[in-house]
C-alpha cells in the first residue's frame, strides 16, 4: 500500500512539474546576459519606456529594439548579474548590472501583464561610476 501510494505521487509531482513554465522575466534576463535585442524585444509591449545614459523616451516596439541593439553592439555586452527580482503589482521587475566592455550600468526591468502573457513596459540603464 506504502508503494502504491509512493508511486502516485512521485507520478503526480511529475505531471504537475512538466506545467510549470518559466516565467518570462526569466527569459529576459537571459537575452540581457547575452546582449539580444532581438529577443528581448520578443517581450516588448505596443510602447517602451527607455532610459538609457544617452536618450530616453517612450518608443514603439521597432524603435525600441533597434536603440537597444545600437546600445547592445556599440557597448559590446559581456554579461547580467541579476541582484534581484521580484513581483510587482500585475508584473514582474528585475534588477542587475549589464556589464559592457565599455563600463557597467545598472539595468531595471519592469513587466505587466497583458492579456495572458507579461510584457517589457519599462528598461532603464544608468551608468555606474
Do not use: W
Amino acid at each position: 500500500m506504502k508503494s502504491l501510494l509512493t508511486s502516485i505521487l512521485v507520478v503526480a509531482t511529475v505531471m504537475m512539474s512538466s506545467f510549470v513554465q518559466p516565467s518570462a522575466i526569466d527569459d529576459v534576463i537571459g537575452a540581457l546576459r547575452s546582449g539580444d535585442a532581438d529577443e528581448l524585444s520578443k517581450y516588448f509591449d505596443d510602447n517602451v519606456e527607455l532610459t538609457l545614459p544617452v536618450k530616453s523616451d517612450s518608443y514603439s516596439k521597432a524603435q525600441a529594439q533597434v536603440i537597444l541593439k545600437d546600445f547592445f553592439g556599440n557597448n559590446g555586452v559581456k554579461g547580467f548579474d541579476l541582484k534581484h527580482k521580484g513581483d510587482s503589482p500585475g508584473g514582474h521587475y528585475c534588477i542587475g548590472t549589464l556589464q559592457t566592455k565599455s563600463g557597467s550600468f545598472r539595468a531595471h526591468v519592469f513587466m505587466k501583464a497583458k492579456g495572458s502573457k507579461e510584457v517589457v513596459k519599462e528598461i532603464r540603464f544608468t551608468s555606474i561610476e
